[in-house]
């Protein structure tokens, strides 16, 4: 059984920094891209950075491209630096595995496995 779990998040205030992880277990093989999603209150679930399954390809949305930084640290963990937080990101973030992930796309396909999201709010 394929498990997703993220950890580190929380509240953190306008222009500060936090770190998110995620470890993947149960995965027969290390080929899947790997990345992260996130969903605010009334919005559509955005993808906003991932790594393509090599661990030397990462792509990010506009949103959080020069803020965010991904990291392949091994084939089932990943992490996700944020700096310079803006109250529009306070949203529920997920980790996910077997996405979509390329130069302009961050999205789920139908074998993408999901974490069960972890909370990011920035105060202002």
């Known amino acids: 059984q394929v498990q997703v779990a993220e950890s580190g998040g929380g509240l953190a205030q306008a222009g500060g920094s936090m770190r998110l992880l995620c470890k993947v277990s149960?995965?027969?093989?290390?080929?899947?891209?790997m990345g992260w999603f996130r969903q605010a209150p009334g919005k559509e679930r955005e993808g906003i950075a991932c790594?393509?399954?090599?661990?030397?390809?990462y792509h990010y949305a506009d949103s959080v491209k020069g803020r965010f930084t991904v990291s392949r640290d091994d084939a089932y963990s990943l992490s996700l630096q944020m700096n310079n937080l803006e109250p529009e990101d306070t949203a529920m973030y997920y980790c996910?595995?077997?996405?979509?992930?390329?130069?302009?796309?961050?999205?789920?396909?139908?074998?993408?496995?999901w974490g069960q999201g972890t909370q990011v709010t920035v105060s202002s």
């Open positions: 996910a595995t077997a996405i979509r992930c390329q130069s302009g796309m961050v999205g789920a396909s139908r074998q993408t496995y």
């Open positions: 149960g995965l027969s093989s290390s080929v899947y891209n």
């Open positions: 790594s393509e399954w090599r661990g030397s390809m």
